[in-house]
């Protein structure tokens, strides 16, 4: 039976790095089917934790989703604050901000662990969407 007990920090960060690999691989590219994609995802996972299978399929990918969501809310906070920036704000008010909004919104903390995952995943060229036309009409 796979283990199903709190993920803890360091398999967050296992599966975000996963995921990352996984979606960069200049080999297989970015139209890979979803099974084929998983699995990848979760070979990676288990290499990097080096522990054997010991979660189960869907509770890794469940996992990631649940991840996922929580950092598209932090994402949303952020890109606000950063829009609306206040002169005279550094990054570490931006950084207090987000996590004063992020409590209040969710009534929970965003952990530092979670958030060192957040930048980390915002920094991939994957998580960011790349524009398939131009952002201005033709002239003709």
């Known amino acids: 039976m796979y283990d199903r007990k709190r993920w803890d920090d360091d398999e967050e960060a296992a599966l975000a790095q996963a995921w990352i690999d996984s979606s960069e691989d200049s080999v297989l590219g970015d139209g890979k089917r979803t099974t084929i994609f998983w699995a990848k995802i979760r070979d990676k996972f288990f290499e990097i934790m080096d522990r ?18 929580k950092m598209n809310q932090l994402s949303t906070i952020h890109t ?54 131009s952002p201005r009409p033709s002239k003709r």
């Open 52 to 69: 054997g299978r010991y979660r189960g399929d869907d509770y890794i990918s469940n996992k990631w989703k649940a991840m996922i969501l």
């Open 80 to 133: 606000r604050l950063k829009n609306n920036r206040k002169s005279g704000t550094n990054d570490a008010d931006l950084l207090k901000d987000m996590m004063k909004q992020y409590k209040g919104l969710h009534g929970h903390h965003f952990g530092m662990a979670m958030f060192e995952i957040w930048k980390k995943c915002t920094s991939s060229p994957k998580w960011h969407p790349i524009p398939t036309s």
